[in-house]
């Protein structure tokens, strides 16, 4: 990939002996849906920077269970990626591609590299680390002080916009590991949105309501 390409990607980059390095010393991945690119115990060698696509970055606990802790967007980075390879620490998360995603790989040693030689390069990693902590503080409170068919609600929300589609294909037990919950609490949750006429039901999909987000803040 170009620099010029790269820069159209990653427009805040306006540094042109960064976006040099980059193209150096970056490599380009291209990952399927449902691949996953960190796994619990891995040492992480690299940053991995989305250029298009989505990631979601999963919190299991020693049962195998799944908690959904953000979503990466294009031009993000994972911010608890970054603390496990700058404390050369194993990864205590999974990051998996929702759909077909492309990510620029930055080994390890050139971002404490970047930190110190690059202004922009560290904005970037410190605004990485406050977006996605309150991403992060977000979904503590979701899960210390909402319902669960709140946390459903807003849950369909945000992958209708991470994905930008009101067609969502997914299983009930997904979006139960999704949200630590079980299969058979997010069947009677969607069926109670189903009987208001929110959402459709089909078989592994789910068809949302254009002014879904709307009816769901007057619920709340």
Same mark, same amino acid.
């Given at each position: 990939?170009?620099?010029?390409?790269?820069?159209?990607?990653?427009?805040?980059?306006? !540094?042109?002996?960064?976006?040099?390095?980059?193209?150096?010393? #970056?490599?380009?991945?291209?990952?399927?849906?449902?691949?996953?690119?960190?796994?619990?115990?891995?040492?992480?060698?690299?940053?991995?920077?989305?250029?298009?696509?989505?990631?979601?970055?999963?919190?299991? !606990?020693?049962?195998?269970?799944?908690?959904?802790?953000?979503?990466?967007?294009? #031009?993000? &980075?994972? %911010?608890?990626?970054?603390?496990?390879?700058?404390?050369?620490?194993?990864?205590?998360? +999974?990051?998996?591609?929702?759909? !077909?995603?492309?990510?620029?790989?930055?080994?390890?040693?050139?971002?404490?590299?970047?930190?110190?030689?690059?202004?922009?390069?560290?904005?970037?990693?410190?605004?990485?680390? +406050?977006?996605?902590?309150?991403? $992060?503080?977000?979904?503590? !409170?979701?899960? %210390?002080?909402?319902?669960?068919?709140? +946390?459903?609600?807003?849950?369909?929300?945000?992958?209708?916009?991470?994905?930008?589609?009101?067609?969502?294909?997914?299983?009930?037990?997904?979006?139960?590991?999704?949200? #630590? &919950?079980?299969?058979?609490?997010?069947?009677?949750?969607?069926?109670?949105?189903?009987?208001?006429?929110?959402?459709? $039901?089909?078989?592994?999909?789910?068809?949302?309501?254009?002014?879904?987000?709307?009816?769901?803040?007057?619920?709340?």
């Amino acid at each position: 990939m170009t620099k010029e390409n790269l820069s159209s990607y990653l427009p805040f980059f306006s !540094d042109s002996r960064l976006l040099e390095a980059l193209t150096k010393e #970056g490599k380009i991945m291209n990952i399927k849906s449902g691949e996953a690119i960190i796994e619990p115990g891995q040492f992480i060698k690299m940053v991995p920077i989305l250029l298009s696509g989505s990631l979601k970055v999963l919190r299991l !606990d020693e049962e195998g269970k799944e908690l959904l802790l953000y979503y990466i967007d294009p #031009g993000e &980075t994972c %911010a608890l990626s970054l603390t496990c390879c700058s404390s050369y620490r194993p990864s205590e998360i +999974r990051a998996v591609a929702e759909e !077909d995603s492309v990510l620029l790989s930055v080994p390890v040693d050139q971002h404490e590299k970047w930190t110190e030689e690059f202004k922009q390069w560290k904005n970037y990693v410190t605004d990485s680390y +406050r977006i996605k902590f309150q991403e $992060l503080l977000k979904t503590l !409170d979701a899960v %210390a002080f909402k319902r669960m068919d709140e +946390r459903l609600m807003r849950y369909l929300v945000t992958k209708m916009k991470q994905l930008k589609t009101n067609e969502l294909y997914t299983t009930h037990q997904e979006i139960a590991n999704e949200l #630590g &919950t079980s299969r058979e609490v997010v069947s009677r949750l969607l069926k109670q949105l189903e009987k208001k006429k929110w959402i459709e $039901l089909g078989r592994n999909v789910i068809y949302i309501r254009d002014d879904f987000e709307e009816l769901i803040s007057k619920f709340n």
